[in-house]
């Protein structure tokens, strides 16, 4: 008896690809004779995203579905499917068909050799422009060194063994970031490489400045080292202080621009310091997020058996 793969979608106003998606997945699974599970995380959506979810679930038993009572971010939403899924394996994949559900199959038969975590791999990045390549690809080698994980090439698009998603959901921290989390976990991994499809319908949700915050966010759940930026500063500017009064011991005050030096130190090291107040705040505020102890997500509304 083959086992159950269960896909978790996570859906974020998606009215227009819920369904497609829906019967894309299903017929690629059903085609490979693979018993599964579909789990839609309607994660607030404003749209008829949760109407969808039900009216695929009509046409199909396998689908189910939970709905957010807000929006709670992708990596929340698909916690909260590996929360539900019931399969002896959990694939996570985008609602917008842009991660290819042809590869589904060959990551199953990957599963079932051995391998816990099988990997999507982008090979091509779709249509995002160059300075969008760019600018990930910068911020995937400064994640990747500063974590001391490869995340390079790495995407959302995963299929995990039923003990890397309980190690997963037993992770305490309230602040989920699920392509380094998965990372972390480590576990007996495999790679296949695909290529990013279009989007026929809807919207991509990431702005830069959601971009952004995601950046910052990765990086602190990682990494301490940004804190250290302050000791890097304090002795730089301690140098440069050293080095004034001993400058100011040879010349004196009678030297031309020593003001307007001096000024430009205490303003940049002012601003040093307020960075650095800045950084430390970041992080202060995630450790006081954190000890509050709230939930994740909140789910409003479920379907499916
Ligand atoms: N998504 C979500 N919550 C959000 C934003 C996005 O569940 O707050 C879902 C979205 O519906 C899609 C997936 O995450 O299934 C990837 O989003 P999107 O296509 O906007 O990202 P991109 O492909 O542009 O990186
Ligand atoms: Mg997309």
């Known amino acids: 008896m083959d086992k159950k793969l269960s896909v978790v979608i996570p859906a974020f106003n998606e009215e227009d690809m819920v369904e497609a998606a829906a019967r894309t997945v299903g017929g690629v699974l059903r085609d490979a004779g693979i018993p599964y599970e579909l789990v839609f995380v309607d994660d607030g959506s ?17 689908v189910r579905g939970v709905s957010f009572s807000r929006n709670f971010g992708k990596d929340r939403a698909v916690f909260a499917g590996l929360s539900k899924a019931r399969g002896e394996c959990v694939a996570v994949m985008d609602c917008d068909l842009q991660h290819p559900p ?11 050799q051995g391998f816990e975590v099988v990997e999507g791999v982008k090979r091509d990045r779709g249509e ?13 080698s400064v994640i990747s060194k500063l974590a001391k994980l ?7 698009f995963k299929l995990m063994d039923r003990r890397v998603v309980d190690t997963l959901l037993s992770l305490p921290e309230e602040d989920v970031f699920f392509r380094g989390l998965t990372a972390f976990v480590g576990y007996r991994r495999a790679e296949v490489e695909f290529d990013v499809a279009q989007r026929t319908a809807g919207v991509s949700k990431w702005s830069f400045k959601s971009l952004a ?9 990682f990494s301490a080292a940004p804190m250290q930026l302050a000791a890097v500063f ?13 400058l100011y011991a040879i010349v004196g005050w009678d030297a031309d621009g020593w003001l307007v ?15 650095c107040m800045g950084i430390i705040g970041y992080y202060v505020g995630r450790t006081f997020r954190q000890s509050l102890g709230r939930p994740r997500f909140i789910i409003s509304r479920e379907c499916g058996e």
């Open 234 to 246: 304090g002795v730089l500017f301690g140098v440069i202080a050293v080095v004034t009064g001993i």
């Open 213 to 221: 915050r995601y950046a910052v966010s990765s990086v602190t759940a």
């Open 261 to 275: 030096f001096l000024a430009v130190m205490i303003l940049l090291a002012l601003a040093c310091v307020l960075l």
């Open 102 to 112: 042809e590869k589904l199959p060959e990551m199953y038969a990957l599963w079932e």
């Open 46 to 62: 404003k749209d008829g995203t949760w109407e969808a979810i039900l009216r695929a679930h009509g046409a199909d038993p396998n």
């Open 150 to 156: 490869d995340m390079k090439r790495s995407s959302d």
């Open 128 to 140: 995002e422009s160059g300075l969008h390549r760019a600018c990930a690809g910068a911020f995937y």
